[in-house]
């Protein structure tokens, strides 16, 4: 499906942008589910990684994923007071919220970080926030500072 | 245990000083019976004269000697002679003595009922072969019109309150036997011993225990607890005191009707009186025993006689008598053991214990003991307050001290024991009063109210009388009572109203029976008595209310018509002037006419002829 | 224990029993009427006098006040107790001729005619019913502790009655008061200020009331009464405890708290039901502002036998049988704005079946049904849906209401017939409207408990709407009904049995099949920080000693509980030493899903 979506909305010539996005199991994930059973289109650009909870994901996956081209990252969990884990979406907050902070240290413009919450009702509202951060990331460019700051300084 | 030896003799001293003044004295009956004669008004006169004319005298005030039809009494002791009782005295009649007899010599024998005290002055004979005196045993009301009842030491020389100290040599067991000896009865009505009543609230389990006079007073017609109260209210203390001592009770209650201001003013008195000298209050005279009076009083309702609406009406309830048992020996006031009894058989404890029950019984009847108190009041010549010996007979009592029927009339019945109580007909005069035998003859003692009752007299209007005063009385609660009585006083009226029906009296039976058999209290329980006894002694009466419409003693307005009988008129006119319709005419000397037309039947006329010439037809 | 006759019947007794209680043991009946078994009798009516022939002062006494004594022998239903019994009938029947009661036992008591005229003569009042028998005062004071109402007055002219005549307002307004009263006189708005609060009825949707005490619906399981403590005057004012007093097994606790319950359970299934959403927010339907304006469950109450008006069907404005009755469907229901977008599912169906029940009750009836389509996609649904139209049960009427408006007695229902273009106007007696069904409330609060999602409307959510209807994704908890979607019985009983079904399957396993993705502990690189074990929402980490042969201890690490651990990955991405891996997550599987769509 996501293929089809992609044939909808690609143009050759444009570049596409390229987002790797960390969806909770449970809520995010099942939503992006239901907005393809539900046959809501939304932009082929973002590429889906499942973790279990959006408490698994580790700031490094977020690094790994710019160093691996991404010229945004998405994570989304269930709604706060949701988790299916009771509390790891709380700790995701925490954590990547901080995160956020540390990457204008270390040079990452943070609007290429997203953090969200989508239930597994809420196919339309994936639709939307998918088409949303992709215009949002179009008008950003393409990421090739980070490309830059690995082959400038440190070794991938 | 401390004595008052020094209080007791400086209150000898006292009455010794008072006895033998050497300035003349004059003991005024003030009770309510004789300020409602005037004797307020004598005491003021007294003192302004005394006053103003610098005379050397005193005025005292006593209670009531009991010769109500006398009233204003005055006692008067000049230094040298015997006391002399004068009899209705006014305030012309008190300047009169003052002057004549007190400053002068003439003993105004005219007036004089008697004396009092030993020696002899003119021709004035003794109070006490006073036709209304003769007969009586003065136990009771042995103080009463003698000493000044707000002045204790007056009662400490009488030997005031030595039962009570005697009491508490004796100890509680002792006491009460001697109460057992006396065989002394309940004076509030149904008689009940009273030694055995505080036995029960003696030994019932439950603390504290209460003692509490009954003197809510309420028989129409009845004052002999007033009187006592107001003339002599330290006995009913010292009763009082000797009770709860035998029972041990830390504290009682006066239940006093609101309408005998007089005798809560002079039960108060004597209460605080009693305090001050240690006779009331904790650990009395050292004896460990503790014992305090409060006065309450009664909010005006003749139920609240009843004990268990009185001890309600103490708590602050509504006065309603409740289902016995339990009785309130058991569960009385506060729901803990009471007991409680009447004024007069409070009073009566002190000399008991003091001469000893033997004494006591060794007057009145084999079931009846020492003396009774009777309010004897109605149509009878002589009323006032009158103690007998148990066991003397009506006849004397009506006849002896009461001086018979008024006028030329004819005894009927007397009533005895209020509107709880029944007529004792002419024919049973002779019956000698006792608690068993007035039962029998379907009339009670109560608390010793007698009505005298003549040929004009309708026995139908005086049943309806007492009928329509415990309809107002009742206290509502209980069905038979409250709706059965009422239903009563509804045929009465009916009967009266010369719209009696064949079955009524069978109905008025009937009914009587029920309201009695039925009902939750002894009001109810003795609410028919009036016309079940009256049925009884006088069913003629009724009949002829309702068969031949004719009510003979000329009272029920709508079944009689007066005329005059010409031959016996002599055409005196006081009918004249007092027809309030003008109905009467007739020259002077000449026999009279009633104008039937004009007529109202209001009696006057039958009343006030002095040849009986009105006839009823 | 006190041993008594009556009536020639030995009787045994506890002390402190009446005689009353003891005729009652012996199965007896002596009429009462100013008794009652919670309050303190008073022996006032003097209707229950027996008649004491020994072992006590012989008498009449009343007895419901009287204690049992040792061998006291009672004759109930001698002459002389007959005839007083008789002539307190007589006298209250004169006193109270409105009362039916006394009547009544006049009547069973040989009483053709009264020698006593009626009181009413004097007061000009023939529907007087009180006997003054002053129970709801003693009530009042003794056991509600209120003392609003006391009597006034005495002997014959005694009346019930307030303080100084005014309302009372220490009146509680309970009502307790009409409740006992035994010849129905009391009417308790004569003596309160403010009005007699009644408890609604939940069962009944508010249409009756209930007392504090209630079953809460016919056929509870268990069936048995409840006490509920914001109504009972005991739990009010501490004051009352007539329920105690009567209980004949002592039943009644009033120590009992509410108590939290843990039972640990391998399955939960949620099935909590609906409730219909408040038509009022629609003022166009007058639902809240006309009484003949109903919600299609309160109707079903009306016509139900065991409902508020026992199976009888009135106008609540007035009581009588409406004649013209309309339904309304989709109120609320497929309505995107302002309202629930999605179909109810069941109205279709109950308006048919609503539309039949009304024709059994009111035969010379006409129904209307203001309908969108009717959806009976069901085993026989279409058929039963066809008979209404069909038998003209009910008039079918394809349209919507614009309006429903009050004109007289009647609402004037106006809508539209889309069939034939025209706009009609219905004058009906009664309006029921076939509101939408919402999840129940306190969905959201259970959905998070369960840790189960919900939809926009509350919906709890299924695993998989086609594969795993039942389950939710949280292992362990199922769904059955309406608290899923809107379903009618025969769904809601398929989707219950099945829900049943997977949980009995997962319970009568001895051993428990686990994910497989959950954490595992690298113990050799694991330093023991147990940052892990603070991140865990379940609890499942506990330390573990490493120990040599010996036994000594060599180093304490972080241990996952299999059974407990649900796989979150919370402790892996805590772990600063990177001890913690979820299976199936590893970090290395994501770094390589990372590159491969990067790719």
Request: aromatic content about 6%; overall charge negative.
């Amino acid at each position: 499906m996501i293929q089809k979506a992609k044939n909808e909305t690609t143009d050759p010539s444009e570049w596409q942008p390229r987002i790797v996005a960390f969806l909770c199991n449970w809520c995010s994930y099942a939503g992006a589910d239901l907005a393809g059973m539900s046959r809501l289109a939304y932009p082929a650009a973002i590429k889906i990684v499942r973790v279990p909870c959006s408490g698994r994901v580790d700031p490094m996956f977020v690094i790994k994923s710019f160093e691996q081209g991404a010229d945004l990252v998405l994570v989304s969990g269930c709604h706060p007071g949701d988790c299916h884990y009771t509390s790891g979406n709380y700790h995701a907050r925490r954590k990547l919220l901080a995160f956020r902070e540390l990457m204008t240290f270390f040079g990452i413009d943070p609007r290429r970080f997203k953090i969200s919450w989508v239930s597994a009702a809420e196919g339309a509202k994936w639709s939307n926030l998918v088409k949303e951060i992709t215009d949002e990331v179009k008008a950003l460019g393409p990421f090739e500072t980070y490309s830059e700051i690995l082959t400038g300084e440190t070794g991938p | 245990m401390r004595t008052l030896r020094k209080n007791y003799s400086e209150a000898a001293d006292q009455w010794e000083a008072l006895q033998t003044s050497s300035v003349p004295v004059l003991y005024v009956g003030a009770a309510t019976c004789g300020r409602a004669a005037g004797a307020g008004e004598v005491i003021e006169r007294l003192q302004t004269e005394i006053r103003d004319r610098q005379i050397a005298a005193q005025v005292v005030e006593v209670g009531c000697l009991g010769l109500c039809c006398l009233e204003p009494l005055v006692v008067v002791h000049k230094p040298g002679s015997p006391q002399v009782c004068y009899g209705r005295v006014d305030t012309d009649r008190i300047v009169h003595i003052l002057d004549r007899y007190v400053l002068g010599d003439d003993p105004c024998a005219e007036w004089a009922l008697g004396t009092m005290t030993p020696g002899e002055v003119d021709s004035i004979g003794k109070f006490s072969e006073h036709p209304m005196m003769t007969g009586q045993v003065r136990h009771v009301l042995r103080n009463c019109g003698v000493i000044d009842p707000k002045d204790m030491s007056h009662y400490l020389a009488r030997d005031g309150y030595r039962g009570f100290m005697k009491a508490l040599e004796l100890g509680p067991d002792k006491t009460l036997k001697e109460v057992k000896k006396a065989g002394l009865r309940g004076r509030g009505g149904a008689g009940f011993p009273t030694w055995q009543k505080w036995q029960f609230c003696r030994t019932a389990s439950g603390e504290p225990k209460y003692v509490i006079c009954n003197a809510d007073e309420g028989d129409p017609g009845a004052f002999m607890d007033r009187s006592i109260m107001e003339g002599d209210p330290y006995s009913v203390l010292e009763g009082m005191a000797i009770g709860a001592y035998v029972i041990g009770a830390e504290s009682g209650y006066i239940y006093v009707r609101g309408e005998y201001p007089l005798a809560i003013r002079n039960l108060s008195i004597a209460i605080e009186q009693s305090r001050a000298l240690g006779l009331l209050g904790d650990n009395i005279l050292d004896s460990g025993f503790s014992f305090d009076l409060e006065i309450v009083r009664g909010a005006g309702a003749f139920v609240c006689g009843e004990e268990t609406a009185l001890i309600a009406s103490v708590q602050g309830d509504i006065g309603s008598p409740r289902q016995r048992p339990p009785y309130p020996a058991q569960a009385g006031l506060w729901g803990k053991p009471t007991n409680i009894n009447n004024v007069e058989t409070w009073s009566n404890v002190p000399a008991i214990i003091l001469r000893g029950g033997k004494q006591f019984s060794g007057i009145g009847t084999k079931q009846s003991k020492g003396t009774k108190v009777f309010s004897l009041v109605g149509k009878v010549r002589n009323t006032g307050l009158v103690e007998v010996p148990m066991g003397t007979t009506m006849r004397e009592i009506v006849y002896d001290i009461g001086g018979g029927p008024q006028k030329k009339r004819t005894f009927k019945a007397v009533q005895s024991g209020g509107p709880s109580g029944g007529c004792i007909p002419a024919p049973l005069l002779d019956l000698p009063i006792d608690f068993d035998k007035l039962q029998e003859a379907g009339a009670m003692m109560g608390s010793g109210g007698l009505i005298v009752m003549d040929d004009h007299t309708c026995m139908v209007d005086v049943a309806k009388y007492f009928l329509a005063f415990l309809v107002d009385e009742s206290c509502g609660k209980c069905t038979a009572c409250r709706e059965g009585v009422a239903q009563m006083h509804n045929i009465l009226v009916r009967i009266c109203q010369g719209e009696g029906r064949d079955g009524d009296i069978e109905l008025l039976e009937q009914l009587g029976t029920y309201v009695k058999d039925t009902s939750l209290c002894q009001l109810g329980g003795t609410a028919p008595n009036p016309v079940l006894s009256t049925l009884r002694y006088f069913r003629d009466e009724y009949e002829a209310h309702i068969h031949d419409k004719t009510c003979r003693a000329g009272v029920c307005k709508s079944l009689v018509r007066f005329a005059i009988d010409p031959d016996t008129c002599k055409g005196c006119g006081l009918c004249v002037r007092d027809c309030p319709t003008d109905a009467i005419s007739g020259e002077k000397k000449e026999p009279h006419h009633i104008d039937a037309d004009l007529c109202v039947q209001c009696g006057v006329c039958y009343e006030d002829c002095p040849f009986d010439a009105v006839l009823v037809e | 224990m006190i041993t008594l006759t009556i009536d020639g019947q030995q009787v045994e007794v506890e002390p402190g029993k009446t005689i009353l209680d003891a005729a009652k043991s012996l199965g007896k009946v002596i009429p009462t009427l100013c008794y009652h078994p919670a309050v303190p009798a008073a022996g006032a009516c003097r209707i229950c006098v027996v008649e004491v022939v020994a072992g006590d002062r012989p008498g009449l006494v009343p007895a419901c006040a009287y204690p049992a004594k040792e061998g006291m022998d009672i004759q109930t239903q001698s002459d002389r107790v007959m005839q007083s019994r008789r002539m307190t009938l007589q006298l209250l029947l004169a006193r109270s001729p409105g009362a039916e009661v006394i009547q009544d036992m006049a009547r069973d008591h040989g009483i053709t005619e009264n020698p006593f005229p009626e009181r009413a003569k004097q007061t000009g009042d023939k529907s007087e019913k009180c006997i003054m028998c002053g129970l709801c005062v003693r009530l009042c004071q003794q056991i509600i502790g209120a003392s609003a109402i006391c009597f006034d007055g005495r002997g014959p002219d005694r009346k019930v009655s307030t303080p100084y005549n005014n309302q009372s307002d220490v009146c509680l307004g309970c009502g307790a008061c009409a409740f006992v009263c035994p010849t129905g006189a009391i009417d308790p708005a004569d003596y309160s200020p403010s009005p007699i609060e009644k408890i609604p009825n939940e069962f009944n949707c508010g249409l009756d009331s209930r007392t504090p005490i209630h079953i809460p619906f016919p056929q509870a399981v268990p069936n048995k009464p409840l006490i509920d403590r914001d109504n009972c005057i005991r739990f009010k004012t501490g004051g009352c405890g007539a329920c105690e007093t009567i209980c004949p097994a002592g039943a009644i606790n009033y120590d009992m708290e509410d108590e939290f319950v843990e039972e640990e359970v391998g399955a939960i299934i949620a099935a909590t039901g609906y409730e219909i959403m408040d038509p009022s927010i629609y003022e166009e339907y007058g639902y809240g502002r006309y009484p003949d304006v109903v919600t299609s469950l309160e109707f079903e109450r009306m016509v139900s036998a065991s409902g508020p008006t026992n199976g009888e069907l009135t106008r609540p404005s007035n009581g009588e049988p409406p004649k013209t009755i309309v339904f309304l469907q989709c109120i609320g229901s497929r309505r995107e704005v302002n309202g629930k977008p999605y179909c109810s599912n069941i109205c279709c169906m109950y308006t048919a079946k609503h539309a039949i029940l009304y024709k059994h009750k009111v035969h010379d009836g006409q129904a209307f049904v203001f309908f969108m389509d009717v959806r009976a996609a069901g085993k026989n649904y279409d058929q039963f849906v066809r008979r209404v139209v069909k038998e003209q049960i009910a008039t079918y009427v394809r349209g919507r209401v614009s309006k429903v408006f009050a004109r007289g007695d009647k609402l004037i229902v106006r809508g539209a017939d889309t069939l034939s273009g025209t706009q009609v106007e219905i004058a009906a007696d009664m309006v029921v409207l076939a509101a939408a069904l919402v999840p129940s409330s306190g969905i959201r609060e259970l959905s998070q408990k369960l840790r189960v999602g919900f939809d926009e409307h509350g919906f709890l959510l299924e695993a998989h709407p086609k594969l795993r209807p039942v389950d939710t994704n949280t292992a362990g908890v199922f769904l059955a009904g309406c608290c899923h979607s809107p379903k009618d019985i025969p769904e809601s009983v398929a989707q219950a049995g099945a829900a049943a079904s997977k949980a009995l399957g997962l319970v009568c396993h001895t051993r428990l099949s686990r994910e497989p993705t959950i954490g595992i502990v690298d113990e050799s690189s694991c330093n023991g920080c147990f940052e892990c074990e603070g991140v865990c929402a379940y609890g499942a980490i506990s330390a573990k000693e490493l120990k040599d042969k010996k036994g000594n201890t060599l180093a304490t690490v972080a241990n996952i509980n299999q059974g407990l651990c649900q796989g979150c990955g919370a402790c892996a991405a805590t772990c600063r030493s990177k001890s913690i891996e979820v299976q199936g997550y590893r970090d290395d599987q994501l770094f390589a899903a990372i590159n491969a769509i990067n790719r």
